[in-house]
Every structure is written in structure tokens, then in C-alpha cells.
């Protein structure tokens, strides 16, 4: 099991990752999110000992990785998103090298990079010089030296990174499978990945971890109020005075206004319908109604809303850049 403890780590005056704390149990596999720069892979590098944290705890297994690094490093398996690659070498021969690093020699070096081989799908280029092979076997490469030594937790840092759309399908059917047996903490961009893949999503916005829980509670917190589509002939401004006066309604916002048409998003408060309220407000204030759809909130929904806080601030932050130029 992993355990994170109140973690926080900065660069001078810019705090990076901001006491976070989450657990992992064996047998799951862990979805970790979030923009570009909200501290990701920092996490993931104190996770690995790579890093140092300013302040907090990680246990692996009840190993503590600050006070016992070599034993606790002992249990993890690490893929960064560009694996750590010798292209002189060939397959065999990296992962011969890797295994020693590892403490691994004789009869078992041997049947063990031939597990991890096979586990990976490299026997087809086994061969085969590093510089010579495609990126989705370079990935699976990388990933075969971080199942060395069969670790219980396995981290993987974009693992999907780059590969085309058949790689892409191969790395998550391999992700999959190990989930099985081990802990699998994967960051991705791609949201597909999460609702296939991850039996738990953690979502860091600014260095704080801002959800930790299931894909499945996630939209159901999100979906239990009504959220409906609003498509109306003509602007917005005639509707939005209404909108404002019905009761039931908690909030709106224009999605979209065109020459001839009008969409809006409105959300009902909880325990409430206003599909009727709503549509007779609007054709008595004179609009053609075009539609009225529910509009339910999906993972991609959710994660935007949990980070728009980061992407507001980073859009403000590049705004003072260009001022100062």
C-alpha cells in the first residue's frame, strides 16, 4: 500500500505541491490528473525518491521513502514519460543492465527479464538495437525495466504519450493486466484513459489535490442536479432577466450566442425539475424554444470544473507577462 502524508514542495518563493495526502491499495489502478504545471510530476518524483519533499511523509508499505529510501525504493516500479533509454543497446542487453541495478544476478537476472519480456510483448524484438525500435516498443521497454523485480507499485508518468492510436490501445490492455496483481498510479491528458481504465481518480489543480475519489461518485456528485441545455431563437438578454426570477433555477451561463440563436446551460437546484417553469418563462417572453435537452456532466465536465481555477490563474500570470514585455 502507499500512503501520502501532508507532501509540500516548492522552488523558492513558488510552492509547487501544497500538502497533499492520498492513499493507494494493491489491486486498483489510480488515475492522477491535471493541467500542465500543477506540480504532477513533481509528486510523482517525490513519490519515486527521486525528489525530496519540503514537508510530509510516504510510506511504502509502511517503509518510510525519507527515512529509508533504498528499502523503500525497493517496491516501486518507474516509468517516466521518457523512459531513461540506452540506444546503443539492444533490448536484452538494456534489460540485463537494468536488472543489475536492481540487485538482480545470475538464474534469476535471467528469468526474470524474461518475465518481464514476455509481460511486455518484446520478444519479437528482443534483438533489436534501442535506436532501431518504434516508440510504442520503447514504452513497453521502458515499462518492462519498471516491472523488474516484480515491485508492488507501479508508476507510470504519461505511459501513452506519443503513441498512435493501435500503441495506445496495446499500453492500456497492458495497464489493465497489471492493475490485477500490483498498485498502478498513471498520470494521462487523455480522459478516455481515466473512464476505461481507472478504478480511482486523483486531480491536482494548483498543487492541491482537489478530488479523490471514484469516476462513478464523481458524476454522480455532479449529475444530481438538473442540468439542462437551452437552444432559443434570438439573443440571450430577454431570457437571462427571466432565468434570473425563477426560483428553482441556481445557475446559468450563455455557452453560446450566434445571429439567430441563443444556447444556455441552466442549473436547477437540488431535488428540483424545471423543464416547465423554464420553457413556459421563455415563450412567454417571447422566444421561439429550438430545444430543451437534459445535458448530463461527464468526467471531462467535472475535471474542468475542478481545475478552472489553475487555468484562470495561469491565464492571468501570461496576461502580466505579455503587460510586461
Known sequence: MLKVSHLSK???????????????????????LGPNGVGKSTTMNMITGYL???DGNILINDISMIKE??????????????????????????????????????????????????????????????????????????LAQALLANPEIIILDEPSSGLDPKQIVEMRELVRRLGEDHTVIFSTHILAEVSSLCDHVFILSGGTLVADDTPEHLLEKYNEQQRLKLVLKGNATAAEYRIKRIEEIESYRVVKEEEESSTLEVVAKKGCDIREV????CV?????????????????????????DHAAAVTEEEAEDVGSL
Open 284 to 308: 412567454s417572453a417571447g422566444y421561439t424554444l429550438l430545444e430543451l435537452a437534459s445535458n448530463r456532466v461527464t468526467l471531462e465536465d467535472v475535471y474542468l470544473e475542478l481545475t478552472r
Open 52 to 54: 525530496a519533499p519540503d
Open 69 to 142: 529510501p533504498k528499502k523503500a525504493k525497493k517496491q516501486i516500479g518507474y516509468l517516466p514519460e521518457q523512459p531513461p533509454l540506452y540506444l546503443d543497446m539492444t533490448v536484452t542487453e538494456y534489460l540485463n543492465y537494468a536488472a543489475e541495478l536492481k540487485g538482480l544476478f545470475g538464474e534469476f537476472r535471467k528469468k526474470e527479464v524474461g518475465r518481464v519480456m514476455d509481460v511486455a510483448g518484446l520478444e519479437y524484438v528482443k534483438k533489436h538495437l534501442l535506436r532501431q525500435i518504434s516508440k510504442g516498443y520503447k514504452q513497453r521497454v521502458g
Open 10 to 32: 516548492g522552488y523558492g518563493e513558488k510552492q509547487i505541491v501544497k500538502d497533499v495526502s492520498f492513499e493507494a491499495q494493491k489491486g486498483k489502478i489510480y488515475g492522477f
Open 278 to 281: 423554464l420553457s413556459k418563462a
